[in-house]
């Protein structure tokens, strides 16, 4: 049986990849989400084991210690990572796995799975980006000034993907995106 295609999208904070990958899940039943783990709180209406499984530091830094992670990243002051078991269940059964990482574990990814599918979502500006992270309302102003910080360095590594979408309307990207599958499948 055909393995599936891992795919990573990566991009800065506020550019919306949560916003277009929901719409392509929604438009694609072959594709599996990776819920990620993360030591940061949840924002009102997250729950646990959906947007992503909350985790202390203890709990994080023992599953580094056990190597239970593909990736993982410190961004801005939590860690982030992709729990590797329920990604390669996935592609073993056939799956196309999509992982919403940031740029250090994205190349994390790439260094061990050089087949994987690179994606750069981009913002149309760096202001509009800033726009989109204020107006989302998720992040305190001093966090905000931080993730724009880190943005900076991320946008300055897109020329390393494969395929850099910019979400300028969800509609156009997403349309992007379903040919990027198309023609990888
Ligand atoms: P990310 O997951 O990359 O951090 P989000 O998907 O949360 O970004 O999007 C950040 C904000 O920008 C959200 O408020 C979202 O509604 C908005 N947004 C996403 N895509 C667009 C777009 N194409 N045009 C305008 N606003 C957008
Ligand atoms: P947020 O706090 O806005 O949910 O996520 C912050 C950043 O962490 C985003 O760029 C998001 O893509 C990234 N992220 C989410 N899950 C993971 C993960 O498992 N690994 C890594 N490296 N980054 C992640």
């Known amino acids: 049986m055909r393995k599936g295609t891992l795919y990573v999208f990566t991009g800065p904070s506020g550019a919306g990849k949560g916003t277009v990958l929901s719409r392509l899940l929604s438009e694609d039943e072959k594709l599996f989400f990776s819920i990620s783990a993360t030591t940061r709180a949840p924002r009102p209406g997250e729950k646990d084991g959906v947007q992503y499984y909350f985790l202390t530091k203890e709990d994080f830094e023992a599953k580094i210690a056990a190597n239970a992670f593909l990736e993982h990243a410190k961004y801005v002051d939590n860690y982030y990572g992709t729990l590797e078991a329920p990604v390669n269940e996935k592609l073993e059964e056939g799956c ?10 994205a190349m994390q990814v790439h260094e061990k799975r050089p087949d994987a599918v690179m994606v750069f979502i981009a913002p149309p500006s760096f202001e509009e980006l800033a726009n989109r992270l204020r107006g989302r309302g998720t992040e305190d102003e001093a966090k905000v000034q931080k993730r724009l910080e880190t943005a900076k360095g991320e946008l300055a590594q897109q020329d390393k993907f494969d395929y850099v979408v910019v979400n300028d309307t969800v509609e156009r990207a997403v349309e992007e995106l379903h040919g990027i599958l198309a023609k990888r499948r």
């Open 96 to 105: 196309d796995v999509i992982l919403e990482i940031e740029v250090q574990g």
